[in-house]
């Protein structure tokens, strides 16, 4: 793990500026249901499907939770952003056929939220912050939401234990099995999580966004070491 959080944040930016030609094919190997995993956000979103609903999706890089978004909500205005622009040009061809989507290449957590988004949404991007920052970003998240808005995050995670762990990792091993080699596991995507990825334990992110005042916090899909969980403001 790199010393300061800028030098992680440079590795996963180049990571996935090498990454964004293939990323589409990789991430349903490495992500146990991916599909159903992504889908339960907007699925998640409390609103009519015709309302004009205001996004943000953190971390976008190819586009595929806001394109589960605006099959759902296709009047919803998207703001899609991310550290590597090549995930973004991937994202702006694959939503072209949509309207009312904004793209914004940066640090998320620098990025100037107004105080209305009816949704805030985020897929594997938020644990490759540390938990402290973790902490203080689901505030900013808190407060770029309307009252009633949502903040929902899909995301690699801990159990409460070791022995769970010890499973979670044997499962998700099994499950990467399906399509990759023992020895390219182990060599390249088992280290790759090792050095850049920093997943907090589920039951206390739900803790801390209780404690940030988020009301009806849950999980809402889970599948061993991957969760999707977040709340209502
Ligand atoms: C594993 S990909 C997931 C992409 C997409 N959300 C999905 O689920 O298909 C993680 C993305 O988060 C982006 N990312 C990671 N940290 C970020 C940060 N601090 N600010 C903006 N984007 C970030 C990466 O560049 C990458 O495109």
Redesign the pocket.
């Given at each position: 793990m790199p010393e300061k959080d800028e030098d992680l944040?440079e590795i996963?930016?180049k990571h996935?500026q090498d990454e964004a030609a293939e990323f589409d094919k990789i991430?349903h190997c490495l992500v146990p249901f991916y599909n159903n995993m992504?889908g339960s956000i907007a699925y998640a979103i409390p609103f009519n499907n015709s309302m004009h609903i205001k996004v943000a999706d953190?971390?976008?890089?190819?586009g595929?939770?806001s394109k589960n978004i605006k099959e759902r909500f296709p009047n919803a205005k998207i703001v899609c952003?991310?550290?590597?622009e090549k995930?973004i040009e991937m994202a702006e061809i694959k939503l072209s056929e949509y309207g009312n989507i904004t793209y914004h290449v940066?640090?998320?957590?620098d990025f100037k939220f107004d105080e209305d988004f009816d949704a805030v949404v985020?897929?594997?991007?938020l644990h490759?912050l540390t938990n402290e920052n973790k902490k203080r970003f689901y505030l900013q998240i808190y407060h770029a939401l309307r009252p009633g808005g949502v903040f929902y995050n899909?995301d690699s995670v801990l159990g409460a234990s070791d022995r769970l762990n010890d499973i979670y990792m044997e499962k998700w091993k099994e499950y990467m099995n399906r399509n990759i080699s023992m020895g390219k596991i182990e060599s390249k995507w088992l280290p790759k999580h090792e050095e850049e990825d920093i997943p907090a334990k589920l039951v206390d992110q739900l803790d801390w966004l209780r404690d940030i005042g988020f009301r009806d916090v849950d999980v809402i899909w889970k599948y061993y070491n991957f969760a999707v969980y977040g709340g209502l403001k």
């Open positions: 944040t996963v930016k996935f991430i992504i953190l971390g976008c890089g190819t595929n939770v952003i991310d550290l590597a995930m940066g640090d998320f957590r985020s897929s594997l991007a490759h899909a």
